[in-house]
Nanobody, 124 residues
Framework: QVQLVESGGGSVQAGGPLRLSCAAS????????MAWFRQAPGKEREGVAA???????SYADSVKGRFTISKDNAKGTLYLQMNSLKPEDTAMYYC??????????????????WGQGTQVTVSS
């Protein structure tokens, strides 16, 4: 098992940057595919970005060119660099993990482990 703790959320003006972090602990010796999801009030949780055990990435169309997912295996930490933020990016952001099958899924049903979330609020 792995435990995930997100940090880095906050309030930011539209156009600004923010970087989220997700610290993993527990069985970090295994290889995981990891992803960021978000959920706005009244909306379903959606995939934002994913990275597989080999470093291959995928992004939702709405964030391509603005967000970058990365991970530091030595630190056991996943990141989401968010640039050019928009009010519609406002949501609770969640980190997720699954034992790696070497594909960066954006389907939440593929993921077994979840963090508690960190709130991102973008004002216009």
């Amino acid at each position: 098992q792995v435990q995930l703790v997100e940090s880095g959320g906050g309030s930011v003006q539209a156009g600004g940057p923010l970087r989220l972090s997700c610290a993993a602990s527990g069985d970090t010796a295994r290889t995981y595919d990891m992803a960021w999801f978000r959920q706005a009030p009244g909306k379903e949780r959606e995939g934002v970005a994913a990275i597989d055990g080999g470093g291959r990435t995928s992004y939702a169309d709405s964030v391509k060119g603005r967000f970058t997912i990365s991970k530091d295996n030595a630190k056991g930490t996943l990141y989401l660099q968010m640039n050019s933020l928009k009010p519609e990016d406002t949501a609770m952001y969640y980190c997720a993990a699954r034992y790696s099958t070497w594909f960066p899924y954006l389907d939440l049903n593929k993921y077994n482990y979840w963090g508690q979330g960190t709130q991102v609020t973008v004002s216009s």
